[in-house]
């Protein structure tokens, strides 16, 4: 499959380096990123879920509104919303959006954070949970005809779905892959080794593989010079605000739960540079609380680092900076269609062509 790119949504200017206090929707703003993604091409805009953000359902139905041809992805948890409701509503935004619906599903990987919205099951028993609410949906959207459900966590009798999603059988699910916080190559060949040995085990073919998921926050400048000096701007100011109290992240935050993070807040141990740009102190400065890898250097090195990735199997490249807006253009005008193109070299080369 082709090497699509990922970016997050923001709905106002406030930023890790200059936050703004309990921010509100900025509209325009929302409008104006959201149109500026998918004039460069981006593939994809994640909608975020967080217990005290926004709704990521009127946010995705707005970008809907404003764009052409950008996907929306949906983060859904499914203790926020029953899988009969889930699958009306995704089917619904699919309809407005003329079938640029997606939804990414997510277990929950903080006790704390699941019990802000009255989730008190395991994480074993909301991986569980998780399964049973996939295939309640994707039988939702199969077919128009009534079902029942009888299961440990959800229960109904002859619900039909009347909303159907565009293609009329389902909407993409960015469940089966693999997702990376901006490991190292070595770490992340490994562990892209064991995702496609698990699936061989269990019969899957080479074709039918989870996709590989990688993250990134990439510092790009001119040169390699001015790369760099912007980047200890960067670290400057997310030190400065986390010990300000100013970070979604207290200072004296407890270690992060889930196994990402803690294998980031490991690596970072090794050193600062990782691979030809692979920058960890963004790591330990947030305390790898979500997508804090940088990669920096000019374009060209961001452009060839990510092709590494890439190279070991890489087909969603998540890629969002710390001056988001600003960022996302210099990505779009100058990163995308570098990459882009030595695919578009390599295809060509691989089918014989000149």
């Known amino acids: 499959m082709p090497t699509e790119f990922i970016s997050l949504t923001f709905p106002n200017a406030s930023t890790e380096i200059n936050p703004i206090p309990n921010p509100a929707i900025d509209p325009d703003y929302l409008v104006r990123y959201a149109r500026n993604l998918d004039d460069y091409a981006f593939n994809y805009t994640l909608v975020p879920y967080d217990s005290s953000y926004f709704d990521p359902w009127t946010v995705g139905a707005t970008i809907a509104a404003v764009t052409k041809n950008l996907k929306i992805i949906i983060a859904l948890r499914p203790n926020t919303l029953y899988p009969t409701v889930a699958a009306k509503a ?9 079938g640029r619906a997606v939804v990414h599903f997510i277990a929950g990987g903080s006790d704390v954070e699941q019990a802000r919205e009255g989730d008190f099951l395991s994480k074993e028993e ?10 309640i949906l994707k039988r939702a959207w199969a077919s128009p ?3 029942d459900w009888d299961s440990k966590y959800y229960q109904f009798k002859q619900f039909r779905n009347l909303v ?5 059988t389902g909407i993409p699910v960015l469940a089966d892959i693999f997702g990376l916080w901006g490991e190292p190559l070595k770490e992340t060949k490994e562990q892209i080794d064991r995702v496609y040995a698990e699936a061989a085990k269990a019969g899957r073919a080479d074709g039918d593989r989870p996709r590989i998921w990688v993250t990134f926050r990439p510092i790009v400048a001119e040169t390699e010079e001015l790369a760099w000096a912007k980047a200890h701007r960067v670290l400057d100011a997310l030190q400065a605000n986390r010990a300000g109290g100013k970070s979604r992240v207290p200072a004296d935050a407890p270690p992060p739960q889930n196994v990402g993070s803690q294998r980031l807040l490991e690596i970072a141990k090794r050193g600062e540079v990782q691979d030809r740009a692979l920058w960890y102190p963004t790591v330990t400065a947030t305390g790898a609380r979500g997508a804090s890898t940088a990669l ?9 680092s990510l092709l590494d990735y890439v190279d070991l199997g890489a087909e969603l490249i998540s890629i ?11 990505y779009g005008r100058y990163i995308l269609p570098k990459v882009r193109e030595v695919l578009r070299e390599r295809e060509s080369k691989a089918n014989g062509e000149h």
């Not at 920096?296 to 060839?304: A, F, K, M, P």
Request: no cysteine; glycine share 6%.
């Open 90 to 98: 995704l089917a619904t935004l699919d309809q407005l959006s003329r």
């Open 126 to 135: 909301r991986y569980a949970r998780l399964e049973d609410y996939i295939k």
């Open 145 to 147: 005809e009534p079902f």
């Open 164 to 168: 159907r999603p565009v293609n009329g």
């Open 296 to 304: 920096v250097g000019s374009v060209q090195t961001i452009v060839d």
């Open 320 to 330: 969002r900076g710390y001056d988001n807006l600003n960022d996302a253009i210099d």
